[in-house]
């Protein structure tokens, strides 16, 4: 009986212990893509980089009353420092950005132009679209980083 009591301690605080890491790792960052569009635009009028743990992949392609042939897609991939990784993802909380509306404002309305953010997780990808250029609540210091 006397070892009985502290093996169950110790399997109870293991099983504590791997689940919560497991919960965590289960909502790590796979990537992050900010992107913006101009729907009454002409020539490379779609941008989007996406940033992972290794690289950066920056792509433009003709959008709105472009004519695809005269501006081909074009993309260029990067590595990407580990320290500008760790800024983005430490620059807000997954959670808080789970929350927000899938659409803000009136996106591309009158031509002002349309920006996102999507996140990728292990668990799942979220998408929000907002008026190009305007705050995102409790998203402003990522925005700040890849609007640069």
């Not at 695809?68 to 993802?89: G, H, M, N, R, Y």
């Not at 909380?93 to 996140?119: H, N, Q, Y």
Request: charged share 30%; net charge neutral.
């Amino acid at each position: 009986m006397k070892l009985f009591f502290p093996a169950v301690i110790c399997a109870v605080f293991i099983s504590i212990s791997t689940s919560c890491s497991t919960s965590k790792d289960s909502n790590s960052i796979t990537y992050i893509k900010h992107g913006s569009s101009f729907g009454m635009c002409r020539g490379y009028c779609y941008s989007e980089s996406t940033y992972t743990k290794t690289e950066k992949i920056a792509f433009s392609k003709a959008y709105g009353r472009t004519n695809p042939e005269e501006f081909p897609d074009k993309s260029d991939t990067t590595d990407l420092d580990v320290k500008i990784w760790d800024e983005l993802v430490s620059s807000f909380v997954v959670d808080s950005f789970f929350k927000l509306d899938e659409t803000i404002g009136c996106p591309d309305c009158a031509d002002r132009g349309s920006e996102w953010l999507e996140i990728k997780t292990k668990k799942k990808v979220y998408k929000v679209t907002f008026d190009f250029g305007k705050e995102l609540n409790g998203m402003n210091d990522l925005l700040k980083l890849v609007r640069q």
